[in-house]
């Protein structure tokens, strides 16, 4: 497994920014942002898969939120933007090979097997 390292959360007022980092101690051919906010089960978020930065967002952040990754595929990024109260959660790094064979699927949560600590952010 890949051991990945978050920073980057805190606080912010809505309509404010966040950026997050996370940095992985390989590359992997997915990486993603999950999402848990109390009383609900971690959700993916945004996703990319590195070879080619293709990323997809879900409904609740596409223009608002940007994950990008570094030339070498070892940091990853999430430029929050927009903040709104409802973004408060815990936020998780994660790596992973993708789901399914020929053409992996980076934007299945089945497709991820490595986790950070998680990093709280909180919008008020």
């Known amino acids: 497994h890949v051991q990945l390292v978050e920073s980057g959360g805190g606080s912010a007022q809505a309509g404010g920014s966040l950026r997050l980092s996370c940095e992985a101690s390989?590359?992997?051919?997915?990486m993603a942002w999950f999402r848990q906010v109390p009383g609900k089960e971690r959700e993916v978020i945004a996703t990319i898969r590195v070879i080619d930065g293709y990323a997809i967002y879900v409904d609740s952040v596409r223009g608002r939120f940007t994950i990008s990754r570094d030339n070498a595929g070892n940091t990853l990024y999430l430029q929050m933007d927009s903040l709104q109260p409802e973004d408060t959660g815990m936020y998780y790094c994660?790596?992973?090979?993708?789901?399914?064979?020929?053409?992996?699927?980076?934007?299945?949560?089945?497709?991820?097997?490595?986790w950070g600590q998680g990093t709280q952010v909180t919008v008020s």
């Open positions: 390989r590359q992997s051919y997915c």
């Open positions: 994660a790596a992973g090979p993708g789901h399914g064979g020929y053409t992996p699927d980076c934007h299945s949560a089945l497709g991820y097997n490595s």
